[in-house]
Nanobody, 123 residues
Framework: VQLQASGGGLVQAGGSLRLSCAAS????????IGWFRRAPGKEREFVAG????????YYADSVKGRFTISRDNAKNMVFLQMSSLKPEDAAVYFC?????????????????WGQGTLVTVSS
C-alpha cells in the first residue's frame, strides 16, 4: 500500500491542524494505521493509532485529549485532527500501515510508510 501524508504547515501555539493520509494499492481496511512523528534530534515516536474498522484508537499520553485519529475506509483516508498545539508538537509527521494492533505503538511492526508532512508550531 502507498501512503501520502499531507496537511502540515505553520500554526501558532494553541491552534489546530488536520493531517490527512491517503492510501492506495492494497485493501486499506486490512491495515492498522499509525501516526508517528520525529522532531529534530529526537527519536521517532508514536502519536496515535487506529484499528482496521476504526472502532479502537490509541494515543500517546502527550497528545491524549488534544489529538483525534479517524479513518474513512470507503475513501482510503486516515485523519489526525490536532488541537491546542504546542511548540513541542512540531515535527515531521508520518502515517504508517501495519498488520498487528498488538504492537500499534512500535514503528518496526509497520510495513508501509508515507513520506511525512512537516508541522511547525510557533510560540
Amino acid at each position: 500500500v502507498q501512503l501520502q501524508a499531507s496537511g502540515g504547515g505553520l500554526v501558532q501555539a494553541g491552534g489546530s491542524l488536520r493531517l490527512s493520509c491517503a492510501a492506495s494499492g492494497r485493501t486499506f481496511s486490512n491495515y492498522v494505521i499509525g501516526w508517528f512523528r520525529r522532531a529534530p534530534g529526537k527519536e521517532r515516536e508514536f502519536v496515535a493509532g487506529i484499528s482496521w474498522s476504526g472502532d479502537r484508537t490509541y494515543y500517546a499520553d502527550s497528545v491524549k485529549g488534544r489529538f483525534t485519529i479517524s479513518r474513512d475506509n470507503a475513501k482510503n483516508m486516515v485523519f489526525l485532527q490536532m488541537s491546542s498545539l504546542k511548540p513541542e508538537d512540531a515535527a515531521v509527521y508520518f502515517c504508517a500501515a501495519g498488520n498487528t494492533i498488538a504492537h500499534i505503538t512500535t514503528p518496526r511492526f509497520y510495513t508501509y510508510w508515507g513520506q511525512g508532512t512537516l508541522v511547525t508550531v510557533s510560540s
